[in-house]
């Protein structure tokens, strides 16, 4: 065999798997969704379960069709199941995405029991997200509030956290739809989870823009709501290259804790769109 007929087949080869360079060899989710508390001391959430399975299924379905390779795992939990205790155990640091949908406030998430809440207030943190943790999202209303939310204390080798500093509304609406309107659809608010980790995975989008797109096609253009997702995140140097966590893609992310210890890192960053006008 020649030479350029080698060479022509080490490079086909580079190509064919130059996409799964840098992607995880496993990704596991862990979900904590509250659609009726206890005593009813906070309104129901009837979708957030429904939420929690949009996001696992398109995680898994998502990771098959690109990415056969990587080993996939999930844990849920639902209404009494999600404890005060349990959230800010170490479970949750044996899991790369974490996923809370309830009720929440600026520095704060609510737990099925009564008046219990997890609480970030002046230099207290009551849960920070270390170990193989390296993404959550908060489907909560104004847990990152602008000029209210302190998410320093969010961080502990997280690499980034998506939420909302407006309202986070849910939804479900039935619409006339196929060949000449004479069809009937249903759009639903965890659309927007379905599809953000869609655009993370399959479409290759950073994960702030993942999240922001899929927010603005959901929930301001199909839901009819204003909202300003947001996500939070430290930024600085890891290994010697400049990392903004907010750009990260899935096929290209760090698989390991990042900016853990103070001095680690350059700064806290935010960003947010505002789509609409949102309810605060």
């Known amino acids: ?19 799964d360079a840098n992607v995880p060899s496993k990704f596991s989710v862990i979900t904590f969704a509250i659609s009726k508390y206890e005593k009813n001391w906070q309104d129901e959430l009837p979708l957030a379960k429904e939420t929690a399975n949009a996001l696992v299924n398109s995680f898994k379905n998502n990771l098959s069709d690109n990415y056969p390779k990587v ?14 205790e349990r959230f800010q155990g ?21 737990m099925w029991n009564q008046n219990k809440r997890i609480w970030h207030s002046g230099d207290v943190s009551e849960k920070s997200f270390g170990g193989k943790t390296y ?10 509030k602008n000029g209210e939310s302190n998410q320093e204390y969010w961080f502990n ?32 608010s965890y659309f927007a989870e379905r599809d ?3 655009n993370w995975i399959d479409g290759k989008q950073g994960i702030a823009m ?21 996500i939070v995140y430290r930024y600085g140097y890891v290994d010697g290259k400049f990392f903004d966590p ?27 769109v505002t789509l609409g006008t949102p309810d605060y």
């Open 135 to 144: 993404w959550a999202l908060f489907n909560s209303c104004r847990v990152f």
């Open 90 to 110: 170490t479970e949750t640091n044996n899991y790369n995405f974490v996923f809370y949908h309830g009720h929440g406030g600026p520095n704060r998430i609510t």
């Open 157 to 188: 080798g997280i690499h980034s956290i998506l939420g909302f500093s407006s309202g986070s509304p849910w939804y479900k609406k039935k619409r006339n739809c196929g060949i000449l309107n004479q069809g009937t659809c249903y759009y639903y």
């Open 1 to 19: 065999m020649n030479k350029v007929m080698l060479l022509l087949i080490f490079f086909a080869f580079c190509v064919a798997n130059a996409g």
């Open 210 to 230: 993942a999240f922001f797109n899929a927010v603005n096609k959901w929930i301001c253009n199909n839901g009819g709501y204003g909202v300003q997702p947001k």
């Open 71 to 84: 080993s996939f795992s999930a844990k849920q939990y639902t209404d009494s199941e999600v404890t005060r």
């Open 246 to 272: 907010w750009e990260e893609t899935f096929e290209n992310s760090i698989q390991k804790s990042v900016f853990k210890n103070p001095g680690d890192y350059t700064g806290i960053g935010s960003r947010w």
């Open 196 to 198: 953000f980790a869609t």
